[in-house]
């Protein structure tokens, strides 16, 4: 790397105004001595013109590196030149960096989720391939089925009604993908949970129910039991602790939201960028702290 290199890296995404990326991001850069710095990119749903335009900057050696979030993780597909395996398998990529002139697309969400599931359920726990409730079928969901299909996992999809037809769509992306588990798709309703609680061994939230500011809400039906043995993973970070989280843990279950997550997530997209490995502590400290 050449001395001075500024690091100019962001994030492309609406609405921004409460992303954790920009001090994720600047902690690592100021811990590991390099200069530069991670903006916000605001770029309104519709406004693909924008996006475009954020890319050519990163086509052009403008920018060294882009986060890609809501809702562009998948309309961005379309305007790269080559993506990772995985962000071609689940059709989504959330960075995005130059190689050779040309714009790759990668999805660290996916190791990122996996990477903190094995913090969470410990690492043989985690190769065990248990049975698995993933809910939702948007963005996040997608990753979560990635990781779990791709380490053998039988994972269920709760979708609400009007959605099955896209959980459907999933299981066609997942069979593009090295998915070595099996995936089924319920209506997320408890008449069609409570018969497959036994043995579930992990329960995830991909849903956006639960989040700030709604955080009085739980996206798992009223008056049915947890699955017993499972431990819980909610994806939301905002409120630190979630109304799933609280209530899995009053029935006595493990349980975790996504802060961990996230920062496996920046970890690796940090790496693509720079070629060097923040300390886990030190993004760990930035988001506590934020
Ligand atoms: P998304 O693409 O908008 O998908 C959301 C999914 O949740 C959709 O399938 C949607 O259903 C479903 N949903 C929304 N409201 C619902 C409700 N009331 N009941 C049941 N299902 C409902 O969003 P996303 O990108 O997947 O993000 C989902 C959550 O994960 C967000 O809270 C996000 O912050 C979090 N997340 C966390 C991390 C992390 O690093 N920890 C990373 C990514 C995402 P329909 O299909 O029916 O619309």
Redesign the pocket.
Known sequence: MSAGKQFRLGLAGYPLAHSLSPQLHTAALKRLGLEGEYRLYPVLPQDRAALAALLDRVRRGELDGLNVT?PH?QTVIPMLDELSPVAQGIGAANTVYRRGGRLVGENT?VS?FWADLERFLGNEAVGAQGKAIV???????R?VLHALGSHGWQVTLA??R??LE?AAGLAHVFRAAPFGGSLRWVV?EAAALLPLLDDVRLLVN????G?SPQGGRS?WPKGLEFPPTAGVYD???TPRETRLVRQAKSAGLRATT??G??VE?AIRSFEIWTGQAPAREVMWRAVEAG
């Open positions: 809501i993780k969400d990122g809910l939702g079928a948007g963005g996040a969901a990753a979708v609400r009007t959605s896209k997320l991909a849903t956006p129910v989040m996206p994806l939301i970070y996504g802060l997550m996230l997530q």
